[in-house]
């Protein structure tokens, strides 16, 4: 089975800072992977799909990139709506979600 | 719009059968699969299964597949999932979501509110 290791599991960051959230797959997932924000209390939110690919309504401060094992998810200028947990995921007969990314206020 | 409503929240105890509904509304319920995600207090998203609406095709995470069943409904546009042997560490908000072919991945576009079970003697 295909495993998704993220980096950092916790980041700290201010208003205005811009951060990135790596993602490794344990094996070659060609770009076949997305990112969610999770809020306390609330189900997760598909932000960006196919690696790279902003999710309608999702405000472009969110670029997704990588291909292969890499990938990353960054935020310009963090608004304080951000403030949440970021999950990388990936399906084939399997989905798989990587161990999340807890984004607090610094 | 896409709407995904579960069942409320559920208190069991060990050993019991719980079983989840998720009923949807606003597209066409053959086209889309099916996959339940679990979440234990303070921890990351877990994957249990999912299920094409359009053919029956199953696919359970290995840890769960002895103890969990997922079916549909087409005449009410609805999902199930049950989860039989219940334990503690079941304990957890059990999420549906709607799964999105696009780009020859398969992504979460929708999501339920979310169904708290808890497990307790």
């Known amino acids: 089975d295909i495993q998704l290791t993220q980096s950092p599991s916790f980041l700290s960051a201010s208003v205005g800072d811009r951060v990135t959230i790596t993602c490794r797959a344990s094996?070659?997932?060609?770009?076949?992977l997305a990112w969610y924000q999770q809020k306390p209390g609330k189900a997760p939110k598909l932000l960006i799909y196919?690696?790279?690919t902003l999710q309608s309504g999702v405000p472009s401060r969110f670029s997704g990139g990588g291909s292969g094992t890499e990938f990353t998810l960054t935020i310009n200028s963090l608004q304080p709506e951000d403030f949440a947990t970021y999950y990388c995921?990936?399906?084939?007969?399997?989905?798989?979600f990587g161990g999340g990314t807890k984004v607090e206020i610094k | 719009q896409v709407q995904l409503v579960q069942s409320g929240p559920e208190v069991k105890r060990p050993g019991a059968s719980v079983k989840v509904s998720c009923k949807t509304a606003?597209?066409?319920?053959?086209?889309?699969?099916i996959s339940w995600v679990r979440q234990a207090p303070g921890q990351g998203l877990e994957w249990m299964a999912w299920?094409?609406?359009?053919?029956?095709?199953?696919n359970y995470a290995q840890n769960l597949q002895d103890r969990v069943t997922m079916t549909t409904d087409t005449s009410t546009s609805t999902a199930y999932m049950e989860l039989r042997s219940l334990r503690s560490d079941d304990t957890a908000t059990y999420y549906c979501?709607?799964?999105?072919?696009?780009?020859?991945?398969?992504?979460?576009?929708?999501w339920g509110q979310g169904t708290l079970v808890t497990v307790s003697s």
């Open positions: 979501a709607r799964i999105w072919l696009v780009a020859a991945g398969y992504y979460l576009e929708y």
């Open positions: 606003g597209y066409t319920f053959t086209s889309y699969g």
């Open positions: 299920i094409s609406v359009y053919n029956g095709d199953t």
């Open positions: 094996q070659g997932i060609s770009s076949y």
């Open positions: 196919a690696a790279s």
């Open positions: 995921q990936h399906l084939n007969s399997y989905l798989t």
